[in-house]
Structure formats: C-alpha cells, structure tokens
C-alpha cells in the first residue's frame, strides 16, 4: 500500500531494514523483564515470514501485538492459529469503494476476509481508521461503522486524526476542513485518538 497520509514513507521505500531479525532479537534480550511486549508495525509487517521471528520473540517472554492493513490474510491467520499475537490492530483504511484510491492498492477482498476472521477469533483486537477530512468524510465513516456493526464486530472502533509530520508519502497537510464528529452514527463504540 501506498497510503497518502501515511508518515512512514521512509521504511515503505526502503530498500532494506537497517536492522537484521537477529540484531532485533541481540537488542531485545537486554529489555527481558524490562518491556512486557513487542509491536511488529510497518509498512506491513505481515509482508514477511513474522512465524520463525515471532517464536523467538515469544521465546523471550514478550506479548505480540502485529499493526496491520489486513492485506496478507493467509500470514496473519496462521500467526493466531499458531497462538504468536497477543493484540492486533487492523486499519480499516476507507470504505471499500474509496480502498484504492486511498491505498493505491486493490486488496479490499483480503482486507475484508482479514476483518472477519479477527471478529470470528478470540484475539483481542481493535479496528481503526486514520482520517484527514481530505480524504474521508464523516459519510464515509458512517458507511465503515456500518460494515462493522453488520459483520458483527463489538470492540472499540477508534478514529485516528491525521498527523502532519511533515512526511506524508502523498506530502499532505493539514486538512483546512473540520471533521464534525456528530454527524456519526453510534452504533459502535468510537474513540478518538
């Protein structure tokens, strides 16, 4: 994915990680009894094999949340069934006829199937969008807290303000237009961050 809003564009485009799995894991065995969890964030993290890492990890004795798009169904399905996450939080990015758009990706099936396995599973897990009022407006909020409700999804849905860092990979700024957070519907649970 290639998010407009996203802030990390400098690990989307790298070319490499400055850091191997095993630096990573040298680095995480002088936090043992120090830090309870480690966060596997990205870009997408479940672009990679996170299995052998994630075992290593749990090995040490830290919890697991993966920061995920939802976009590598088949990877983070068997990191749960293999009992390696602990937390996830999937951004729902946009309703599904803005996905592309928005992500410059055409992966809103895979999100989907990602999305109703979380809701069937007893991970615990949240669902969040970032907005900028550029980009999504509170109807198209409406349309995600509705496809939630009606797949049967009861956590915390949380909304995430856009952040201007300044890096944003499609160089956005602040959004002129103000979000009316009372035009949403309540029939979930939302929480602004």
Do not use: W
Request: charged share 30%.
């Amino acid at each position: 994915m290639r998010c407009d809003y996203c802030y990390n564009k400098d690990i989307v485009f790298a070319k490499e990680g400055k850091y191997s799995y095993n630096d990573i894991l040298d680095f995480l065995k002088t936090r043992v009894n120090l830090l309870e969890a480690v966060v596997l964030s990205g870009g997408e993290a479940s672009s990679y094999d996170l299995v052998p890492f994630c075992r290593k990890i749990k090995e040490l004795g830290f919890k697991i949340k993966l920061d995920t798009n939802g976009t590598n169904f088949t990877h983070v399905k068997e990191l749960l069934e293999l009992n390696l996450l602990d937390y996830v939080a999937l951004d729902y990015k946009a309703p599904e006829e803005k996905f592309s758009r928005i992500t410059h990706s055409n992966k809103f099936d895979e999100f989907s199937k990602t999305l109703d396995f979380l809701i069937k599973s007893d991970i615990s897990f949240e669902a969040r969008t970032t907005i900028h009022r550029d980009l999504l407006d509170e109807n198209d909020i409406n349309k995600i807290i509705y496809d939630l409700k009606t797949r049967g999804y009861k956590n915390v849905y949380y909304i995430q303000e856009f952040l201007d860092t300044g890096t944003s990979i499609a160089d956005l700024k602040e959004s002129k237009n103000k979000f009316n957070r009372s035009l949403l519907h309540k029939d979930i649970q939302i929480i602004f961050r």
